[in-house]
């Protein structure tokens, strides 16, 4: 067996220890006789591991006690929609458009109310987060959107935008359980899971209660209604109940590393060995501004896209995979999430200083 380097920004890699753990259990989940993807959601044992992923997850983020975790499906977009189907009562919110996945979601807004794009950073391709410590938010807006870490461009938010008391909504996908966060400062946090936490087919929704009603938008399904799942315990139809199971065996990990603050020290002992890297570099540098760099999407460029290819090809046959650009960015990109170890961004820094000592 040889694994690789996969710097993929999603799905991503997993921690071994995980895979290997799931590979014990594939065919006998702790005496039960069967896998967990053969199982029963409605058993006492899957009743038992989705119980346990949520308290761990719970107690990785400091939830606080009026806060939903809710397991979904659909990926990240599907909320895109859900989210507006639910909250926007009075038919208006504010979204910060700071990438593709935000202005996705901004336009999907549209097909149910005014969505209103308070600041964007699309003027200079996205390599930015704009200042949002006072943006001009409608009155009756029911809430700000953002994007939390901007996957394809490299970009997180520092500092949360001041929503002038406004509920606060933020994709998290690509940097969920990177760092600690305060959970109380926002209405919803969600993400796909298929980046820093499992396989894909997950969705976490962590919601504030009051935020839950019956109250939306006429004609949204019963599937797409928060209610309905919170009310189930995210157990209302057929959970992607292996997903789930595979999520909670990464919390377990999470916990062992030594948490969100454990980890968000590593992620940035990591990301500085490359970032440090792009920064001396005669041939390679980072693409956007310094001080809103991502610990988790690193994206770069040599300014030639034939190098570019070279780099990408020589360093795949060297075992550093999925290292090409976005397909709008072009360029490279290394996505780092939590479950890549230090050793695979020095190997990849060591490759990079040899590539250009050599073209
Ligand atoms: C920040 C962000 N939001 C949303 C998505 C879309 O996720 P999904 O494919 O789960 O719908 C992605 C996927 O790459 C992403 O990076």
Redesign the pocket.
């Known amino acids: 067996m040889s694994r690789v380097y996969n710097f993929s920004?999603?799905p991503a890699v997993l921690p071994e220890e995980v895979l290997k753990e799931a590979a014990e259990e594939m065919l006998d989940y702790k005496g039960s006789g069967m896998s967990v993807m053969e199982m029963s959601h409605r058993s006492k044992v899957y009743e038992g591991i989705i119980k346990a992923a949520e308290a761990d997850l719970r107690e990785l983020m400091n939830i606080p006690d009026n806060y939903k975790v809710l397991f979904l499906q659909g990926?990240?977009?599907?909320q895109f929609a859900m989210i507006p189907m639910n909250l926007m009562k009075k038919k208006k919110a504010a979204y910060i458009v700071t990438g593709q996945?935000a202005k996705k979601a901004f336009q999907e807004a549209q097909n149910y109310g005014e969505a209103v794009k308070v600041a964007s950073s699309e003027d200079e391709t996205f390599s930015y987060i704009p200042d949002c410590s006072d943006l001009d938010i409608p009155e009756d807006a029911d809430y700000v959107y953002i994007?939390e870490?901007?996957?394809?461009y490299g970009t997180k938010y520092k500092t949360l935008p001041n929503t002038k008391g406004h509920t606060l909504v933020a994709?998290v996908?690509?940097c969920f359980l990177s760092e600690p966060v305060d959970v109380s400062k926002y209405g919803i946090i969600y993400?796909?899971v298929?980046?820093n936490i499992g396989p894909?087919g997950v969705?976490i929704v962590i919601i504030r209660e009051d935020l839950i009603t019956e109250d939306t938008l006429p004609g949204t399904p019963t599937m797409l209604k928060y209610k309905t799942h919170a009310d189930a315990d995210s157990l209302y139809n057929t959970p992607p109940a292996y997903g789930i199971y595979i999520c909670g065996k990464v919390f377990q990990w999470l916990k062992k590393q030594g948490g969100l603050a454990a980890m968000k020290q590593h992620n940035e002992e990591k990301a500085k060995i490359l970032y440090d890297f792009l920064d001396e570099s005669k041939m390679f540098r980072g693409t956007v501004r310094k001080e809103d760099r991502s610990l988790m999407n690193v994206p770069f460029v040599t300014g030639d896209k034939e190098l570019d290819a070279k780099f990408v090809k020589e360093a795949e046959a060297a075992g550093f995979v999925n290292l090409k650009g976005h397909r709008t960015v072009g360029g490279m990109r290394a996505s780092i999430y939590n479950a890549m170890p230090k050793e695979g961004v020095e190997k990849l820094v060591a490759f990079m200083k040899k590539f250009e000592e050599e073209n």
């Open positions: 920004a999603g990926g990240a977009s599907q996945w994007c870490n901007n996957t394809i994709d996908s690509s993400g796909g298929q980046k894909a969705v």
